[in-house]
């Protein structure tokens, strides 16, 4: 693979995961609940989805979902489902404290349920996969999809998914600073779970 065509993908990785989308809306209410250091494990636990959602993608289920409106309705349902989940959990939970006293225990029961929540939101979300469906053969066709030359692909879009992750995470966590102390923080997190509901409801009018 030539470095100008390696270019090319990063410079489409970049802007696909710099828009606003489930896995950074996540990370920025991760960082308003939790705070910045805690949002590396729901990053992490994205990268793990997204890195599964492209192995899905190439092994040909990825054609399977964007050809059969059926398994692409089922899947996206799910996903939307689990948006709105979290919008809700958002809402409900926003007049909590945004760093909380926990046990060793329960931080680290915290930290897996945060993996596994960033986990969940890369790999509920259809357009994912078909985003590497449609851009991976513009890159390197199918044929020549090699172990290394999909590793390549795969981890490049990984990594720009972490510089995203971490521009609005810091973002979040300067602005949330100046409203940890007052009714603010429980409106912008009201807020993040409205956005939440959005996204879901967005979903649902996807179509192939």
Do not use: E
Request: hydrophobic share 55%; charged share 10%.
């Amino acid at each position: 693979m030539s470095w100008s065509l390696w270019l090319s993908f990063v410079a489409v990785a970049l802007a696909a995961t710099f828009s606003p989308g489930p896995g950074v809306l996540l990370a920025i209410s991760t960082t308003l609940a939790l705070g910045a250091r805690r949002t590396l494990y729901s990053s992490a636990g994205n990268a793990a989805g997204v890195f599964l959602v492209s192995c899905v993608a190439v092994s040909g289920a990825g054609l399977l979902f964007s050809q059969s409106p059926a398994a692409f309705a089922i899947l996206k349902t799910g996903g939307a489902a689990y948006l709105a989940w979290l919008g809700i959990q958002q809402w409900r939970h926003a007049g909590q404290a945004a760093t909380p006293t926990l046990s060793t225990r329960d931080i680290d029961g915290s930290r897996r349920a945060v993996f596994l929540r960033g986990l969940a939101v890369a790999c509920s979300n259809p357009k994912s996969i078909l985003f590497f469906t449609a851009v991976f053969p513009q890159f390197l066709p199918m044929q020549q999809m090699t172990g290394p030359r999909f590793l390549l692909l795969s981890l490049t879009f990984v990594a720009c998914m972490f510089v995203s992750h971490v521009t609005y995470v810091l973002v979040a966590a300067r602005a949330g600073t100046h409203l940890l102390n007052g009714g603010g923080m429980r409106v912008l997190r009201r807020f993040m779970g409205a956005l939440f509901v959005l996204m879901a409801a967005g979903l649902l009018l996807t179509k192939l």
